[in-house]
T-cell receptor
Framework: EADIYQTPRYLVIGTGKKITLECSQTMGHDKMYWYQQDPGMELHLIHY???????EKGDLSSESTVSRIRTEHFPLTLESARPSHTSQYLC????????????????FGQGTRLTVV | LAKTTQPISMDSYEGQEVNITCSHNNIATNDYITWYQQFPSQGPRFIIQ???TKVTNEVASLFIPADRKSSTLSLPRVSLSDTAVYYCLVGVSYSGAGSYQLTFGKGTKLSVIP
């Protein structure tokens, strides 16, 4: 089983609150990702990191921010939650086999289902 | 990142072999082809990865023709539990300095019918 963990699994929170979604992996992977997915819809990459102190925004614009201070930890923060942020957030990690020019298997966490009321 | 095209949905009866084809006409020389499976309310799970010809594991087979402009994921004797969305990913999107994105498309929704 993959060693990547997300907490909380479910979160219901009021508008305007600050929230942090946690993601940790114990595989030593350099690459980590955050995706947003609504039910039955596409996975959208919102943030990714290729190592400590490196973060980039993904294809989908997001009001959230991320940090990567330690290899194993990649938290996502919303400073002021709004109902439009209601969605499932998935964290993943992988290695990049640079010598082979390929991305190795990406492991996903169980996800956090966020509801902002 | 090579653009991929795969069917939006497919239906199959239990016990049948299912083949899902992905087109990737602008695949680069170094690009690998990777397939993921996603069940509702879960994150995607890696199924198989290949570069050319055929790759087989305990779950599926991946067929890649010589021109590598398409690939076919083959699931033998599907069961109801194979109902899921299947994503084809080709290559990575580079942003320089070792940074790259892992981007999923719309995928193929496979429905297995009893």
């Amino acid at each position: 089983e993959a060693d990547i963990y997300q907490t909380p699994r479910y979160l219901v929170i009021g508008t305007g609150k600050k929230i942090t979604l946690e993601c940790s992996q114990t595989m030593g992977h350099d690459k980590m990702y955050w995706y947003q997915q609504d039910p039955g819809m596409e996975l959208h990459l919102i943030h990714y990191s290729y190592g400590v102190n490196s973060t980039e925004k993904g294809d989908l614009s997001s009001e959230s921010t991320v940090s990567r201070i330690r290899t194993e930890h990649f938290p996502l923060t919303l400073e002021s939650a709004r109902p439009s942020h209601t969605s499932q957030y998935l964290c993943a990690s992988s290695e990049y086999a640079g010598g082979q020019g390929r991305v190795t298997e990406a492991f996903f966490g169980q996800g956090t289902r966020l509801t902002v009321v | 990142l090579a653009k991929t095209t795969q069917p939006i949905s497919m239906d199959s009866y239990e016990g049948q072999e299912v083949n899902i084809t992905c087109s990737h006409n602008n695949i680069a020389t170094n690009d690998y082809i990777t397939w993921y499976q996603q069940f509702p309310s879960q994150g995607p799970r890696f199924i198989i990865q290949g570069y050319k010809t055929k790759v087989t594991n305990e779950v599926a087979s991946l067929f890649i023709p010589a021109d590598r402009k398409s690939s076919t994921l083959s699931l033998p004797r599907v069961s109801l539990s194979d109902t899921a969305v299947y994503y084809c990913l080709v290559g990575v999107s580079y942003s320089g300095a070792g940074s790259y994105q892992l981007t999923f498309g719309k995928g193929t929704k496979l429905s297995v019918i009893p």
